[in-house]
């Protein structure tokens, strides 16, 4: 256990739906970042919240959105879904936002868009 | 997009048997991290090994980087049944926030 937890685990939504994710980091994590794993592949970086600001976004559309709140827990936001957003999406989050140090991932949430 | 091709996709030994998995990448990097994921759950941190490392070691695995090279390799001694999972590198590279960059995976199946 890495203590992150994400929640929903499971969620079926429509294509067009707004969804919502969430993610409470480990105790002392200032740093979250957000990871989509479609099915075969390795994750992909969506994007990263330190001390409640954006710090880095990988190549995802702007439907794609995030939080960080002052406990250092995140949200992510993705509107008018698509087929192509089922996947893994993946909280990982880590002491500081310096390089030199592992992400501790949860267990993720699987969307599946219909 | 994936910075990182894994080498090979799959991979198929006895228990007992040692397991080599190759990641290559292809920008600079600060550090390069292997993962393990157990039937699409979470990642889990195996190791990491900083730019100016050549190799690491941690209980039974086994690391080495060459960045002349841009590649990495993974090594799991006595492989134990308990091993089958999917393996992943991610670098960080030196100019970003700390954004990983993820390879395609190794799936490593130890037969009893």
């Known amino acids: 256990e890495t203590g992150v937890t994400q929640s929903p685990t499971h969620l079926i939504k429509t294509r067009g739906q707004q969804v919502t994710l969430r993610c409470s980091s480990q105790?002392?994590?200032?740093?979250v970042s957000w990871y989509q794993q479609a099915l075969g592949q390795g994750p992909q970086f969506i994007f990263q919240y330190y001390r409640e600001e954006e710090n880095g976004r990988g190549n995802f559309p702007p439907r794609f959105s995030g939080l960080q709140f002052p406990n250092y827990s995140s949200e992510l936001n993705v509107n008018a879904l698509e087929l192509d957003d089922s996947a893994l999406y993946l909280c990982a989050s880590s002491p500081r936002q310096e390089l030199n140090t592992e992400a501790f991932f949860g267990q993720g949430t699987r969307l599946t868009v219909v | 997009s994936q910075q990182g091709e894994e080498d090979p996709q799959a991979l198929s030994i006895q228990e007992g048997e040692n397991a080599t998995m190759n990641c290559s990448y292809k920008?600079?990097?600060?550090?390069l991290q292997w993962y393990r994921q157990n039937s699409g759950r979470g990642l889990v941190h195996l190791i990491l090994?900083?730019?100016?490392?050549r190799e690491k070691h941690s209980g039974r695995l086994r690391v080495t980087l060459d960045t002349s090279k841009k590649s990495s390799s993974l090594l799991i001694t006595a492989s134990r049944a308990a091993d089958t999972a999917s393996y992943f590198c991610?670098?960080?590279?030196?100019?970003?926030?700390?954004?990983?960059?993820f390879g395609q995976g190794t799936t490593l199946q130890v037969k009893p």
């Open positions: 090994i900083r730019s100016n490392e």
């Open positions: 105790s002392g994590h200032n740093t």
């Open positions: 920008t600079s990097i600060n550090n």
């Open positions: 991610a670098t960080a590279r030196s100019s970003n926030t700390g954004k990983l960059i």
